[in-house]
């Protein structure tokens, strides 16, 4: 009897227990709730009924301690390990008319931050993009998430299980609690915490990774010396530098670039132009910038034609992409706003004049002005119009690497940046289907609008990519569709009626060229090149006109042993030998092949490093074209450069607040574009003069173009990572382009 009753206070006791477990575990009433009107969808994740249901491998992986359900999404970086939920549309038609508000809540027990993406056909992971954060403080309070969603982010989805209601995806590699979802209207004081918030835990989150990382501090060599009475008076010391050369937070001005010198540029119509100011502060001081109207022959507009930028400094991972030590260096380029700047510190800005196309040649001139307090300096601003517009130079290939369908706004920055080629990746791009046995080319209505909307914007060429070398064995996914890998009879037939397809489609939807990469470096060992050289084989016998592309890497031999297996060299390294032996192939068998270079673009990139890697360097070795590594491959927070396993491979991305932001080295790969561009419109109307002293004083030029150095990591890993060539001196490439602006001019008779 005392058994029996001891153990009934037991199952009470225990009973007792897990109710105050469950009470622990709902949300505390102190959290914020809404009225009514202002939720368009409310999702109470722990009521299947409140949320779509989910397909295969779209199910939240539910854990349950003891006999309670606990609403815990479990994460991982895995593709076929993502946490998907639908949720209920608010909206008619496609896509909601205005921007909304997620608020997401959680009880915070992730060691990390958990990324919220939203569904909309476009993004790298599976056509969605990332719109916030839950977690990462691990301190088992229950919190309120905010994030804004721009309309554009958020779609109903046609052909998921079940169709049509709106998909999100959490992924983060750690576990949370979720209580709800709701979707409100963005009034703007929602809006303002959901960006502050949203930047405040991003703050935390780099300083708390921070610890687990090495400080390599920037070293600067210039004295501070004696400060002239005028800028104590000041409290900040003016100056003009090159936008090629950095400005961190520690850099000291030189004598020569003190005080608020002239800004003077030019461009041609349809050109975009950076110039750059900076302030070093004597005392901590907040900052505004402006600039005038710049008036000339016509006007150019402040905020439309000229627009002013901040630029902000950020922790970055140097060396190897997944290394463990970082600097602070200038990045990313902020819109015109207030700027608090410590003392002995510097704050950069970055003026450019976008050109527009129906401008008349001429000097304009205005006024750019940095004040703290009341206290201001005003740099004279001189920008002049060339009477000519540059060549589009569609034959040199410009592209970026990119993960899967990108949104309008992306393309247009490509198109802003003088691209006019783009790519294609396995997951993101054209798949493989069997219909009826025969291995045809599926393409979603997404991607076909894509592909038809690029083509209209100028991008003549794309490159579709069969997958990272780890898919030597199953190029586009081909041998798992088809049931038999590269050299089975199965692959061979699959691959070629795969391939027949995409140029059918190709050429009946009105594509971009789609150009052949079976897969990514397959120089990396001997069964890759195997594999590639089978599926060269394959394609040229079935479509003889497809171009087949094949990355060489830094790989010296690569030209020689797979030269002729490829229609285009894809090299990182190595160009003298790729230049060279293309040469020889023009001249002792007639054979021609194009060869284009690849470099880096991301945060870290230098701008004059940049410019070097994507305009004088590849003319120097006779490149038909640059790809970069990488457009949009991030990994967590694009802001945050320590919170993946590598750093983000992206000089481009959308923030917090809906806008989407670039980097100082974008501004130096645009920069490198335009150089080509400029030299491509003087050798045609060299050539189209019979101007053979030009021509000459151009050849000269371009052998005698300054030798950069492949980055120590490039050479460590033999073209792996961290693949650009540095130059200690950027000055030779502003010399370089007024040589040839110069001779253009002279050419058409114009001073």
């Known amino acids: 009897m005392k058994d029996t009753t001891a153990a009934v206070s037991l199952v009470i006791c225990l009973l007792a227990g897990l109710a105050g477990l469950a009470l622990a575990q709902n949300p505390p009433a102190v959290l914020m709730r809404f009225k009514p009107s202002e939720v368009l969808s409310d999702n109470d994740v722990g009521n299947a009924d409140d949320l779509a249901s989910p397909g295969r491998w779209s199910k939240p992986q539910v854990e349950k301690h003891l006999v309670l359900p606990d609403r815990t999404y479990r994460t991982y970086t895995g593709p076929r390990s993502l946490s998907y939920i639908g949720v209920r549309p608010w909206f008619e038609g496609q896509r909601p008319a205005e921007d909304t508000i997620i608020c997401i809540t959680y009880k915070d027990e992730a060691i990390r931050p958990v990324c919220v993406y939203t569904w909309s056909g476009t993004g790298k992971v599976y056509g969605y993009d990332l719109v916030g954060f839950v977690g990462g403080m691990n301190d088992g309070k229950w919190k309120q998430a905010f994030m804004l969603c721009p309309k554009n982010l958020i779609r109903r989805r046609p052909k998921a299980k079940p169709a049509n209601v709106c998909w999100m995806l959490f992924n983060g590699g750690d576990k949370i609690h979720l209580d709800r979802i709701q979707f409100l209207k963005a009034r703007p004081e929602l809006v303002e915490k959901a960006v502050r918030q949203a930047r405040a835990a991003r703050a935390a989150s780099i300083e708390a990774l921070k610890k687990g990382f090495k400080h390599v501090p920037w070293k600067e060599t210039t004295p501070l010396g004696q400060v002239d009475e005028k ?46 100011a900076a302030a070093y502060a004597l005392k901590d001081l907040t900052f505004t910038a402006a600039i005038t109207d710049l008036v000339g022959p016509g006007v150019l507009r402040a905020g439309e034609d000229v627009t002013v930028r901040w630029v902000e400094s950020l922790p970055l991972r140097i060396g190897s992409s997944w290394g463990k030590s970082y600097q602070v260096m200038n990045c990313w380029l902020r819109h015109n706003a207030p700027v608090a700047v410590k003392a002995h510190s510097s704050q950069s800005w970055l003026i450019t004049v976008h050109v527009p196309q129906d401008a008349r040649p001429g000097t304009y001139k205005g006024t750019f002005t940095l004040a ?71 393409v979603s209505d997404e991607l076909d609008a894509y592909l038809g909307k690029v083509k209209r914007a100028g991008f003549v060429r794309a490159v579709q990519f069969g997958g990272g070398d780890r898919a030597a064995g199953n190029p586009n996914n081909v041998a798992a569709v088809c049931g038999g890998g590269p050299g089975t009879e199965k692959f061979q037939k699959a691959y070629g009626e795969f391939w027949q397809d995409i140029r059918r489609l190709e050429k009946q939807h009105n594509w971009p060229e789609i150009i052949c990469c079976p897969f990514d470096e397959p120089v990396k060992s001997s069964g890759k090149v195997r594999n590639y050289l089978i599926c060269y084989e394959i394609v040229k016998k079935v479509t003889p006109t497809t171009k087949v592309f094949c990355v060489f890497m830094n790989r010296a031999w690569a030209c020689k042993k797979l030269g002729k297996k490829a229609d285009i060299w894809s090299c990182n390294g190595a160009f003298a030998a790729n230049q060279a032996e293309k040469l020889r192939l023009i001249r002792e068998e007639n054979i021609h092949k194009l060869f284009w270079t690849y470099t880096g673009a991301m945060a870290c990139t230098r701008p004059g490093n940049a410019r070097y890697n994507t305009g004088l360097l590849p003319w120097h070795h006779d490149a038909d074209g640059t790809y970069c590594w990488a457009y949009l491959w991030t990994s967590g927070d694009p802001f945050n450069d320590l919170d993946g396993s590598a750093r983000d491979w992206s000089p481009v991305a959308r923030d917090v607040d809906g806008k989407i932001y670039s980097c100082v080295g974008w501004e130096g790969y645009r920069e490198g574009i335009d150089d080509q561009r400029y030299i491509q419109t003087c050798l045609r109307l060299a050539g189209q003069k019979n101007r053979k002293d030009i021509l000459r004083e151009l050849e000269t030029m371009k052998k005698n173009v300054r030798k950069g150095k492949e980055s120590p990591e490039s050479v460590r890993t033999k073209g792996l990572d961290d693949f650009f060539f540095k130059v200690d001196s950027t000055v030779f490439m502003d010399v370089y382009r007024a040589r040839v602006v110069a001779m253009i001019l002279d050419m058409l008779g114009k001073k």
């Not at 090159?242 to 001005?253: E, G, H």
């Not at 569609?394 to 393309?411: M, Q, S």
């Open 372 to 442: 703290a307090g009341d206290q201001k300096a005003a740099f004279p601003v001189a920008f002049r119009v060339l009477p000519f517009k540059l060549d589009k130079a569609d034959h040199i290939a410009r592209g970026p690497y990119t993960p899967g369908i990108l949104g309008d706004e992306y393309i247009q920055d490509l198109v802003d940046h003088g691209f006019n080629s783009m790519s294609l990746w396995a997951s993101g791009g054209i798949r493989p289907k069997m219909v009826a046995g025969k291995c045809t080319a599926y």
């Open 231 to 276: 800028f104590k008076a000041l409290g900040f010391i003016p100056y003009v530098r090159s936008y090629t050369i950095d400005v961190r937070p520690k850099s000291v001005p030189k004598p020569e670039e003190r005080g608020a010198r002239p800004l003077k540029a030019y461009a041609t119509p349809g050109e975009f132009e950076p110039m750059l």
